[in-house]
């Protein structure tokens, strides 16, 4: 619904771009990719797509593909040791699983696994036309599962529905409100509860996503300012990185930022005083949400 939305009202906006693979795709192109990509899944017979890689194109074609495939999209933390992903793996199977090539060695031969990499999912859903009369989402049926560490140690799997995430924006995003030079900085891992917020509201507003796979300071500042970067959510320790990275300097030089969101933990009073004074032209908004709540549910600006 959300993506169909976005592809039928600005297609020919660009959707997402990576800048390592300097690559993009548009909102129409992201609508045909994941459709036809929701296809492949089907056919394999796999009852979940995992998604063990980084922030790249293959995650929000992923994502929506999950949707059009009736099964949930699983995003795996691909920090964790080989072992705990194997664990995790068999509590998820008969699974389609897009990885990156550094784990296709090691999860190949597992049962019950349809395994490929980034760039085939990717070659493959961007080569297809598309299936314009493909299945409609059931609201009841399991959008996301993603597993977060419980008390126990065990991960533990949150349930969240198609029609929980569609609720969640329909009541916290206003439908095409961003301007065309609009950008988000993405730099939350796409297995984290914010990384899923970030895709769905950005696509339903009309957002260009600018995706940072791995996050350092100094490539969170390049990108903000190469890219004209206007909005973006960073945890504390992130933060801190960037306040240390920018010290000597008077300002950070992104006049284009203007909201800077946080949370995720608790913000140092020096760090969120410094960064205000770095950033003297943005505003900045703290997030408060969880998991089960499909991500955030109150703010302080």
């Known amino acids: 619904m959300l993506l169909e939305m976005a592809a039928d009202a600005f297609g020919d906006r660009v959707a997402f771009v990576d800048p390592v693979a300097d690559s993009s795709i548009t909102y129409a192109e992201l609508l045909a990719a994941a459709r036809t990509a929701a296809q492949a899944v089907h056919d394999s017979g796999a009852e979940r797509l995992a998604m063990l890689d980084v922030s790249n194109l293959a995650i929000p074609v992923g994502l929506f ?18 072992a705990e992903i194997d664990a995790l793996l068999e509590r998820i199977t008969p699974a389609y699983l897009v990885t990156d090539i550094t784990h296709m060695t090691a999860f190949g031969e597992r049962q019950g696994v349809a395994l490929t990499s980034r760039g085939d999912f990717l070659g493959m859903a961007r080569g297809g036309g598309g299936d314009e009369d493909y299945r409609s989402m059931d609201p009841e049926s399991v959008g996301v599962l993603l597993f977060t560490s419980g008390t126990t140690g065990a991960p533990k799997a949150a349930v969240l529905r198609h029609k929980h995430l569609v609720s969640y924006i329909f009541n916290s995003v206003e439908f095409g409100a961003a301007d065309e030079d609009d950008a988000a900085l993405v730099c939350v891992p796409p297995y984290h509860v914010a990384g899923i917020g970030a895709v769905l509201s950005s696509v339903y507003s009309g957002r260009r996503v600018v995706q940072l796979a791995n996050f350092s300071p100094e490539a969170w500042i390049e990108i903000a300012r190469t890219e004209k970067i206007t909005t973006a ?3 504390p320790t992130m933060l801190a990185r960037i306040v240390h990275a920018l010290e000597g300097q008077e300002s950070a030089h992104m006049p284009h930022l203007q909201s800077l969101s946080y949370g995720g933990g608790k913000m140092p009073l020096a760090v969120i005083e410094r960064a205000m004074q770095l950033f003297p032209e943005t505003d900045f ?3 408060y ?12 600006g």
């Open 65 to 82: 593909a999950a949707g059009w495939a009736d099964v949930p999209y699983v995003p795996l933390n691909y920090r964790l040791a080989e």
């Open 233 to 235: 959510f960073v945890v």
């Open 285 to 287: 908004t703290n997030a």
């Open 289 to 300: 949400g969880l998991t089960e709540t499909s991500s955030t549910i109150t703010v302080l």
